[in-house]
Nanobody, 123 residues
């Protein structure tokens, strides 16, 4: 069982940066793939990126590639989403999720979800 809590969201101007955190409970956190999704009002949940259990592999959606970076510190049971060069279209609720089914961009393979944190980018 893994319990996830996101933090770090807020209001930022276009071109600015934010770092989101996803803090997890559980003693075997390093075995879990962690993914970030985002969902804007009236839109489908969108894959942002994911990181393997030991942090050796990351993949990103084309829309954020080169601007966002996912990292993890398994000693702190925390995954980070560093967001730079933010754009108004990045405005969403950002969720982290964890699973044991390997890397993937679909929501169904992730069993544990956080409550989300709001990111608003003003123009």
């Amino acid at each position: 069982q893994v319990h996830l809590v996101e933090s770090g969201g807020g209001l930022v101007q276009a071109g600015g940066s934010l770092r989101l955190s996803c803090a997890a409970s559980g003693r075997t956190f390093s075995t879990y793939v962690v993914v970030w999704f985002r969902q804007a009002p009236g839109k489908e949940r969108e894959f942002v990126g994911h990181i393997s259990g030991l942090g050796r592999r990351t993949d990103y959606a084309d829309s954020v590639k080169g601007r966002f970076t996912i990292s993890r510190d398994n000693t702190k049971n925390t995954v980070y989403l560093q967001m730079n060069s933010l754009k108004p279209e990045d405005t969403s609720v950002y969720h982290c999720a964890a699973g044991l089914s390997g890397l993937g961009s679909g929501t169904a393979q992730y069993n544990y979800w956080g409550q989300g944190t709001q990111v608003t980018v003003s123009s």
